[in-house]
């Protein structure tokens, strides 16, 4: 009885290891399938969701074969600006030499990969934003957080200047904050970051153009 018992362990344990190792065939085909339509140029016909899982995917490999349809991508406006910076920040990575142009929201930029900065490189901004809302509202503080990145990557490589910094830490902070019900005028952003409200109104007129 203890024989059997064991037998049909066994039996179920590899019956799962092969299901296990059918499910992973399948998924690497389907993987290879998106990447190969990466290759043959087919980014454009490819819904966000798969674009995502696509690029996702190529940060594992050499992307040199594919550089002419991300080319195609990164320079068509009406592609979306966050998959953009993904891309981008893969050929960083990878230290690909080539001088590129980046459109988005009707505007070029130049941009070369083997020396362009990561998108994530205005650490300024966040402690801005540390100092305002760590010890009042550190819920509030984490979704300035995770919109600043979505921020930063939907509009690089446009350069930001210092300058700037504390009306975008501002703006981030009051378009948040509004969209949580939480009463807070202009001028409280003013006070709190040092800055002019009609900077502010100016970045605020570009996070409300980003689709979140």
Known sequence: ???????????????????????????????????????????????????????????????RRMIVPIRQFIRNNDKPDFAKSLLIELMIDQEIDEDMEVIKKGISYEVNPSYAPMVLNQEEIYKLLMEALED??????????????????????????EQDYRSIAGAIHYHLASLQYIDI????????????????????????????
């Open 136 to 161: 009042d509202n550190p819920s509030l503080l984490a979704m300035c957080e995770q919109f600043l990145n979505f921020y930063l990557y939907s509009i690089y490589p446009k350069y930001i200047d």
């Open 185 to 212: 005028e202009l001028e409280d952003i003013e006070y709190l970051y040092n800055c002019d409200q009609e900077e502010v109104k100016d970045v605020l007129e570009t996070i409300q153009s980003i689709e979140y």
């Open 1 to 63: 009885m203890y024989i059997r018992k064991v037998e049909k362990e066994a039996f179920i344990l590899v019956e799962t290891m092969i299901l296990t190792a059918v499910c992973i065939l399948v998924l690497s085909m389907y993987v290879k399938s998106i990447i190969w339509d990466i290759e043959k140029s087919s980014l454009y016909s490819m819904n966000e969701d798969l674009l995502y899982m696509a690029i996702e995917q190529m940060e594992g490999m050499n992307i």
